[in-house]
Nanobody, 122 residues
Framework: QVRLVESGGGSVQPGGSLRLSCAPSGSIFSIKFVGWYRQAPGKERELVATYTIYGINYADSVKGRFIISKDNAKNTMYLQMNSLKPEDTAVYYC?????????????????WGQGTQVTVSS
């Protein structure tokens, strides 16, 4: 199965910005990006921003600071994170539904990345 690969994490000071990227690790037929999640130490994984049938859903804690976007031509999803706070420190994961295909069949599955660390500290 093709996995997703996140990049762009790192260490920043409070108030700084980072842009995360997410793309499949190999060749695929199609991809439907679901969104971004994060997991802080000792906490459960939580939703950050997702695409829904109604539009984009942001966690209350990131509204007005984070922006999710995607480039369908590049099969890449982004998370622009501005005005970062120490409480944003976490491992960030992307999630998507991937479809692979051969001449005779097609199948899809849920895929996650390995995560990218974001640390916000002075």
């Amino acid at each position: 199965q093709v996995r997703l690969v996140e990049s762009g994490g790192g260490s920043v000071q409070p108030g700084g910005s980072l842009r995360l990227s997410c793309a499949p690790s190999g060749s695929i037929f199609s991809i439907k990006f679901v969104g971004w999640y994060r997991q802080a130490p000792g906490k459960e994984r939580e939703l950050v921003a997702t695409y829904t049938i109604y539009g984009i859903n942001y966690a209350d804690s990131v509204k007005g600071r984070f922006i999710i976007s995607k480039d369908n031509a590049k099969n890449t999803m982004y998370l622009q994170m501005n005005s970062l706070k120490p409480e944003d420190t976490a491992v960030y994961y992307c999630n998507a539904d991937i479809t692979e295909a051969t001449t005779n069949e097609r199948w899809n599955y849920d895929s996650w990345g390995q995560g990218t660390q974001v640390t916000v500290s002075s």
